[in-house]
């Protein structure tokens, strides 16, 4: 599966991190990190439908991107247009880093979330030393001890949690752990087969109070219109924006 060979290639990585530096080292420097947190939950909770604009390379469904405008160019647009914005750090296949988070980081003062495959509490105090406001924790790769450590590990430093399920058993994973916000992605992470119905099934498992966020598969208006109808709090959009030419007409109808 996909999926296995993302987090498998994620461990190599993970250990050639901390041979740069130490996991005391990181956690060290994130105790020590005097930057305040912007609250990627208010940012979503707002009346109306947010919306995640997403920064990423390239993705394994679909390849590179082909980017219409510099990244500076985009970063600019966003600032104006998204309420809150996801920045791949996956190196192997989403050609992300910890470096491209930094860069975007140091042209936003808009709430960002590390979007990773968080398997060691090693990569969540990475986070808060790179400037994320927030971290994605995926359910399907994190057994019930890790997801309820490394939830209460991001919250105890400041940064909220995008907690990702795909399915019904998912879900309750997720509601049992009284996540404040809940990602469900359209995109089956075993195959990478998109099926917006997953969210609208899923939606009616979530707790109120708690934020719905879809991720993968809007491309266009009826996306959009089917997911709102469905009751999200807010949408993860990535590769349409990310190839987009006029993005300021698409993101303010799609928010409208």
């Not at 709430?111 to 990773?116: A, C, G």
Request: negative net charge.
């Amino acid at each position: 599966m996909i999926l296995d060979e993302i987090v498998a290639d994620k461990r190599k990585r993970l250990a050639e991190h901390k041979a740069g530096i130490s996991e005391e080292e990181m956690k060290r420097l994130a105790a020590e990190c005097e930057r305040e947190s912007v609250s990627f939950y208010n940012a979503l909770a707002k009346e109306g439908l947010s919306i995640i604009g997403e920064f990423k390379k390239a993705s394994p469904s679909h390849g590179r991107m082909d980017n219409k405008l510099e990244l500076t160019d985009r970063i600019d647009q966003y600032n104006v247009l998204v309420d809150a914005i996801s920045c791949l750090t996956e190196e192997d296949h989403f050609l992300g880093s910890v470096d491209y988070f930094r860069q975007i980081r140091a042209m936003s003062p808009l709430p960002m979330i590390r979007k990773d495959f968080i398997i060691d509490p090693y990569q969540i105090f990475e986070a808060k030393v790179i400037g994320a406001d927030c971290i994605l924790l995926i359910a399907a790769i994190l057994n019930d001890r890790e997801l309820k450590l490394f939830y209460e590990l991001a919250y105890a430093l400041g940064m909220d949690v995008l907690l990702e399920v795909h399915d019904e058993e998912e879900m309750m994973r997720a509601v049992g752990l009284d996540a404040k916000i809940i990602g469900v992605n359209n995109r089956n992470l075993k195959d990478f087969t998109i099926d917006l119905n997953t969210t609208r099934r899923l939606a009616e498992m979530v707790p109120e109070g708690t934020l719905l966020v879809s991720e993968s598969g809007v491309t266009k208006d009826e996306d959009v219109a089917f997911l709102k109808e469905a009751g999200v709090d807010a949408l993860l959009i990535g590769t349409v924006f990310m190839e987009a030419e006029n993005l300021e007409e698409m993101a303010g109808r799609w928010r409208g």
